[in-house]
């Protein structure tokens, strides 16, 4: 049985991890702001990371994905605030400089130092108040909950957690609370563990733990150009190198799941403006790709998410994303539940007391379930609901 | 050259067409609230329709699809406040009994009265007050604009033009203000023309000018189950029948396309909440549809949305969506416009004034060029902004 998340738990929880973070000027300044952090291990590790898929994407990422090419990293450089994207060449040397500077001080290869930007699209990173700033990164062991933090950008709280399995410990912050709709990863997560973990298994793992946790959120149906999911793996605690056929593998892997499906749950309910956490399970699929794409196609729709914010079981509106989607159905089969009540089945309206399961959708969290009665394949997934409040930040974010 | 829609015009203006609606009480009372209307010609017509894709769709579609197998039609009559959707099979009968009323009470055969339903997905109509309402039903030549607003539901305005082409008249009318991101139709529309016109010819042409119009707008992507769009041709107004090969093909062709371009505008300016129109050009595609594809995802993106809603130049939104579709773009020739202005060109911000350029953006109409560099193909289309009152609406629509 795998062990629960420990909330208070985060990249740092690890043996030999230490982060720090500082403000520096980029992001407004308020109470707690960070916008500049570290992540070091205090050796090198195996690493993997799974990138965005939006090909305009931001200049960090192409300089991980190529430090990345020999499965090693031993530290992490973030700024918040700009996401040096659609910077053109200026945008790849700023990114370059912030690794050396992060190199030079912590004393580790530039080549295993990756970069991440989160923020404004367009904008230029103010190279400056970057380079003040990083004299003042202490990492220590401690410093896990303030790097999470220098992550946030309209994020109302910080996304961290650790979980044990063995011997070992894993551990990670995730931030995103907008243009959150992950193709192959979710706007920024960092996970550690204490574990030798072999290079190819860990890319494997961590591919697989994404699709079934930040690739199954939206908040709003828009991919990042700076989604980043990293897991270092440094083997401080000792043992044998987990690789596939290890005893270990499972356990690793069970945590791997639990850790990145907290920390993409935990995103949802940050979502911008978001009052509710939905989470939609599919079921009688005749495909799993098509139960995922039906997960996603009702966690973006306006009206599902406007029917949710307003606690109204106008199931109406999810028969119609049903109908519209491409998946396999068959219809007469097809049934619909919201928190537990049958609201469609046999092609006509069940019968249930709209006032009742209207009271029951006014909480933190409302499930729906689809069947789609043409195979035995099941997805899940997470969005949260639409609101004025959505709207407000996001009509007033940039200017 | 073509004429100039006239928005005082609609679907009675074209000769031999009457019209007439009533409040029966299906929608909730109010000042000049109508919810049942008929629409019928003199004489028998050609007619086409294109339906929604939205494979669980409304009990009238069906009845319709088979009605006009036939190519020919006579009347139309509607409902408004319920969708009949997702009704079983009491839904189709409540709906043949409604052409059979219709049929009754105007001498026209069952087999050519076509029926719809707009509103909420999944209640019975409410039988015994549509007979009552069927009564008062009296058509006139100058009924159209009551007909007009006979179909709204969230509408704030009714929606209805007519065009001179030839010595022929086209007219028509639109509703649909939410739920509108039309496959293959729009949400309802109807229209009608006096010119004599061969009723396989009036369906290509139809759906050539839906392809252009309405299939070219969204305002929240979500497809409706009732989605439809109705032409009929009385040829009332004399003179040969017109076909691909005659003279007055072009004419025809270009009177249609841009009545329904005029509608489709009108339906977006009127959407739920909106407070500008946003109008995309996709130029440089590689294929139409790609160029397509890539305005439905611009006028889909909630980050798009309530940034033109905040009049808040955040270009960065709009090359975000370019980056993660799947069209082909040369990525250092792409370049972005709103309002005329240049804000992203070889791979970098455009320097431009961004005060001057949010006042620009307070207008009704807000225009985006997106240049893909990859071939000749374009599309335009249209969206909205997204606003808090759209999620006032659309979370208290229902209960």
Redesign the interface.
Known sequence: MTAEVDPSGSATSPAGFKAAATYCGIKEAGDGVLDLGVLVSDVRCTAAAVF??????SAPIDLDRAKLVDGRAQAIILTSGI?N??????GVDDAEQMAAWAAERTGIASADVLVSSTG?????LEMDKLEAGMGSLKPSADGGVAFARSMMTTDTVPKHGSIRFGDYTLGGCAKGS??IHP?MATMLAYLTTDAPVDAAFLRDELRLAVDLSFNMLSI??????SDTVVLMANGVAGGETINASANAADEFRAALQVLCTYLAREMTRDAEGATRLITINVTGAAEETEARQLVREIS????VK??V??A??????I??????SAVA?V?ES?HVDICGTRV?A????AAFN?TVL?DAMRSDEVVIDVHLGAGDAAATGWGCD???E???I??????
Not at 85 to 90: E, L, Y
Not at 120 to 124: E, Q
Not at 346 to 349: A, I
């Open positions: 965005t898929k939006n090909r305009l994407n996401a994207s659609s910077t053109g060449q200026r404004v699209i367009g904008h230029f907008g243009m193709n709003d149906g828009d991919t990042s150009p973006t729709s306006y009206l406007t029917a914010n307003g109204d079981p106008n199931w109406g509106r028969v119609a994303v049903v109908g519209r159905i219809e097809v469609f046999n092609r006509e309206p709209e209207s639409l609101t004025a959505y709207v407000h996001n009509a007033d974010y940039h200017t």
